[in-house]
């Protein structure tokens, strides 16, 4: 349990809830309501857990009134986006109500660092999904979105208000001396304390892999279709359970939702096994819902499958991949669209030994992600379009999301940018990788005109080959040449994931800090 309050962190916690607005400072007050003596209850000094709980239900609450209000508006869409942009929200605030709850429990630890990894990436994604929800009504006559609005930005403030609220209070709290987990293997090196059984399924060949379930379209499978196989797999699963599908090109869209835990899909290798779709912009879904393979299920890993979406350049946003899973793996598989192709939405997600390819923001989201060991291929974009790699998303300096793109290889052989600012806090690094020589001089994009210029955050450290050089790089205020070692592991496996403490069962190769 926390420690009780000392006199420094009560006189803060005021200060705090003086700060923010007259809803949140009233949270303590309104637990006082229900007891026998109101003026003798709010006299009492607050504990800072409480505090803490009563944000999170008082979001939860917020964020199921809006999911209420969104059901109702159903019957009056009249469009497919619209329709999509309604499903969108319900299933994004659900996502929102889970991720709250989930924190409420880690809370109690305000001074364990574990926990604190836990509770930042959860309430970072319960942030950004509102954003996510209005995105979703672009192109459509805002009607919709305008009964909406206000229930989304109220549930965004009150979770902006926990997460700056317990940054504070967690910086003022005693912690406990931990020790880290040491990296004692390389990046060809599965790590030691993995099970034997767990070693068994990284080492082994699909032929030799026990699964629970076997897809394959020329029905020598249990199932066809990778989504009949989903679809049947438990809910809620406390044990890995394996899908393998067998080559081949399966046409589908899949959504693998949040109660579809600890799923593994193996393939039979990088475009051998094959999963497509088509699914864009221009025929009316939001981007959101174009994805090919959505999963957000926790736990999710993924080897040797191919996701691919086909639209081409000329559909706009057509995304091959979207991953909402938290502690979510890829290892040797290939990701390939045009525009929007990976959609590292939320949470915690790492990408070994895989190849990315895609025009414009092909890297995009607000998840908390590493690609390591990874190939990026650059396609050339539509007329007067630029090649732009990233953009992350990350919406207020209190989040702890962002890319960090380590020891991988950037191939361009179009003119190419590393990344733009989607939104102002935007955060993405390159270390230790290679640049080919279609990477600009300048390095980076603006977004629009000076947007995000003195609040984002892109670095680069160590980086080589002919497009690495320094010299023409834009002066922004956010930019940063990483010269310390100690910045740069900031953003390493170890550090910027917590990738230590559950790539390990994950079954997934990993180097855990800067390449030696």
């Excluded at 979207?322 to 290892?331: E, I, Y």
Aim: aromatic share 10%.
């Amino acid at each position: 349990m926390a420690s009780p309050p000392t006199p420094l962190a009560i006189f803060l916690l005021h200060l705090l809830l003086l700060s923010l607005p007259l809803h949140s400072q009233s949270l303590f007050h309104f637990s006082c309501l229900n007891t026998s003596d109101y003026n003798s209850c709010t006299s009492q000094h607050p504990n800072p857990t409480q505090i803490l709980h009563l944000a999170a239900r008082d979001a939860i609450n917020q964020a199921l009134s809006s999911i209420h209000t969104i059901s109702n508006l159903s019957p009056l869409s009249t469009t497919l986006r619209e329709r999509a942009a309604l499903e969108d929200c319900k299933e994004l605030l659900d996502l929102s109500v889970h991720q709250i709850s989930q924190s409420l429990a880690e809370i109690e630890w305000l001074e364990n660092t574990q926990h604190e990894a836990n509770l930042l990436s959860w309430l970072s994604a319960a942030l950004s999904n509102q954003d996510t929800c209005l995105e979703g009504f672009e192109k459509t006559d805002g009607r919709l979105m305008h009964y909406v609005r206000g229930g989304l930005n109220e549930v965004t403030q009150l979770v902006s208000n926990l997460l700056e609220m317990y940054k504070r209070l967690r910086s003022i709290v005693p912690r406990r001396n931990e020790t880290e987990l040491e990296d004692d293997h390389g990046d060809d090196q599965l790590p030691s304390w993995m099970t034997e059984e767990e070693m068994e399924m990284v080492s082994a060949n699909e032929r030799e892999m026990l699964v629970d379930a076997v897809v394959a379209a020329d029905g020598t499978g249990r199932f066809r279709t990778v989504g009949e196989a989903v679809e049947d797999a438990p809910s809620h699963s406390l044990r890995r359970y394996v899908i393998f599908v067998k080559r081949g090109v399966y046409k589908e869209n899949v959504e693998l939702k949040r109660k579809k835990s600890n799923i593994m899909l193996v393939g039979e290798g990088m475009g051998v096994t094959v999963i497509t779709g088509s699914r864009n912009f221009m025929q009316g879904w939001t981007t959101f819902r174009t994805a090919t393979f959505a999963v957000s299920g926790q736990g999710f890993i993924a080897r040797d499958i191919t996701f691919r979406n086909t639209a081409g350049p000329q559909n706009r946003q057509a995304v091959a991949l979207r991953v909402d899973s938290d502690r979510s793996a890829f290892f040797r598989c290939s990701i390939e669209g045009f525009q929007d192709t990976l959609y590292a939405h939320s949470l915690r997600q790492f990408y070994r030994e895989c190849h990315i390819h895609g025009t414009i923001d092909f890297i995009f989201g607000n998840g908390q992600a590493v690609f390591q060991n990874c190939k990026i291929f650059t396609r050339k974009p539509l007329p007067f379009q630029k090649a732009t790699i990233t953009a992350q998303g990350r919406k207020d300096r209190s989040q702890n999301t962002g890319f960090s793109i380590h020891n991988s290889f950037v191939y361009a052989t179009v003119p190419t940018y590393l990344g733009r600012p989607w939104k102002a806090f935007s955060r993405t690094v390159f270390m230790q990788s290679y640049l080919g020589s279609g990477v600009q001089p300048a390095g980076w994009l603006e977004w629009a005109g000076d947007f995000a210029l003195d609040t984002l955050f892109y670095g680069e450290y160590m980086n080589y080959g002919p497009g690495a050089g320094l010299g023409g790089r834009v002066r922004w205020g956010g930019y940063h040449v990483i010269r310390d070692a100690a910045v740069a592991r900031y953003f390493t496996v170890r550090r910027f994931i917590d990738g230590a403490r559950w790539l390990p069962r994950a079954n997934v190769p990993f180097t855990a800090d800067l390449r030696k």
